[in-house]
């Protein structure tokens, strides 16, 4: 099984603003399915379908060690956040590199799941971190915009 290519900074893709999804399709669902296993495959904890070259509103997190929190989030929208953290981030657009950022320490977030329905998640700590961080993908935002000092090189974590 070939996985989708993973787009890295400097590719334009990554500055485009996705569009919102109406209905979900045979592709889309494969779609999902390969961007889970780009995720697993890279030991990522969130992906944004942008990241693979689809400009969708579709992200997938799973923030567990054992690939048993997966979640889709189609056309999500943050309704709440609130408090700050301040802690190193990574992506898999941005290979071998990490750097500080600030993100909001709790959000709730409004997303339609892999059936269209509605659906509310309420993060805080690593997911409300993921979840600002993929969020942002959709809108054509890397984490590197928001970093505070320099990119350093990463020891391996996501
Ligand atoms: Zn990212």
Do not use: H, P
């Given at each position: 099984m070939a996985l989708r290519q993973v787009r890295v900074l400097?590719?334009?893709?990554?500055s485009k603003r996705s569009k919102e999804v109406k209905e979900i399709t045979p592709r889309l669902r494969e779609l999902i399915d390969d961007m889970f296993d780009v995720l697993y495959d890279s030991n990522g904890v969130g992906l944004a379908a942008v990241q693979v070259g689809?400009?969708?509103?579709i992200i997938v997190i799973d923030i567990s060690e054992d690939h048993s929190e997966r979640r889709v989030l189609i056309n999500p929208r943050i309704l709440e956040s609130s408090g700050e953290q301040t802690g190193m981030e990574g992506c898999l657009s941005v290979p071998g590199k990490q750097g500080q950022v600030t993100r909001p320490n709790y959000v709730k977030v409004v997303y339609l799941d892999e059936n269209m329905e509605e659906q509310e998640i309420e993060g805080n700590e690593v997911l409300a971190r993921c979840l600002c961080h993929e969020l942002d993908h959709l809108d054509g935002h890397t984490y590197v915009e928001k970093v505070e000092g320099e990119l350093v090189d990463a020891e391996q974590e996501e």
């Open positions: 400097g590719d334009d893709i990554l689809v400009l969708k509103r």
